[in-house]
């Protein structure tokens, strides 16, 4: 499994954007890039994934660098529900049976009204 | 409601006691991964099931095991229990068999505590 490394803890304001890197060095070619965050008292939620594209959908933007040896997952407008802690984890595709998701320690994102 | 149910959503027992936890996963999806959640130890992967087999398994104790039912839902089962035990259990689940990439949904959890 692919080593990440994310920061500990970062703070945004309300209606401001946010980005959330990542490096993720030791990634290969198949793997793709998800991001999952977790709200307090809740199960993970996925956010947004990617392979070498940028990538965009409702709830975010995903930027990934041409070497793909990091990311960035982008909150345009943060809300105070967007506070989680953001997992950002390579996966690899097989085909059958699918990839077990490995989850680090994550960026703890607190957004101050 | 993320169309993943876990039952019981909260269980208080004692040590060495034994208690099985439920999931169903969501309509469709053939995978179903067990994970952990202490508040020392983060989301730790269990054990994962593909269609009724098991596929990968993680830091899973011998005190613990699983199955996949022909329904799909999945139980995991926790015997010999120590204070230790007490955590978060989650449940995901995924269509998997496919080479395109889904997300996983995740349950609301069970929250176990051995007293």
């Known amino acids: 499994d692919a080593k990440t490394t994310q920061p500990n803890s970062m703070e945004s304001n309300e209606e401001e954007p946010v980005h959330l890197p990542c490096n993720h060095s030791?990634?290969?070619?198949?793997?793709?890039i998800h991001w999952y965050r977790q709200l307090p008292s809740q199960g993970p939620e996925y956010v947004i994934h990617?392979?070498?594209s940028n990538v965009n959908n409702r709830m975010a933007s995903l930027a990934i660098a041409e070497d793909r040896k990091s990311s960035t997952l982008i909150l345009h407008r943060a809300t105070l529900r967007d506070a989680a802690v953001y997992y950002c984890?390579?996966?690899?595709?097989?085909?059958?049976?699918?990839?077990?998701?490995?989850f680090g320690q994550g960026t703890r994102l607190t957004i101050n009204p | 409601d993320s169309g993943v149910t876990q039952t019981p959503k909260h269980l208080i027992t004692a040590t060495g006691q034994r208690v099985t936890l439920r999931c169903s996963p969501r309509?469709?999806?053939?995978?179903v991964y067990w994970y952990q959640q202490s508040l020392d130890q983060g989301l730790q992967f269990l054990i994962q099931y593909y269609n009724g087999e098991e596929r990968a398994k993680g830091n899973i104790l011998e005190r613990f095991s699983a199955q996949q039912f022909p329904d799909l839902h999945s139980e995991l089962n926790l015997s010999s229990l120590e204070l230790g035990d007490s955590a978060l259990y989650f449940c995901?689940?995924?269509?998997?068999?496919?080479?395109?990439?889904?997300?996983?949904?995740f349950g609301s959890g069970t929250r176990l505590t051995v007293v």
């Open positions: 309509s469709g999806d053939l995978s």
């Open positions: 030791t990634i290969s070619g198949t793997d793709y």
């Open positions: 990617g392979l070498t």
């Open positions: 984890i390579p996966k690899r595709c097989i085909i059958q049976g699918a990839q077990k998701l490995v």
């Open positions: 995901a689940s995924s269509v998997g068999g496919a080479k395109r990439q889904y997300g996983y949904t």
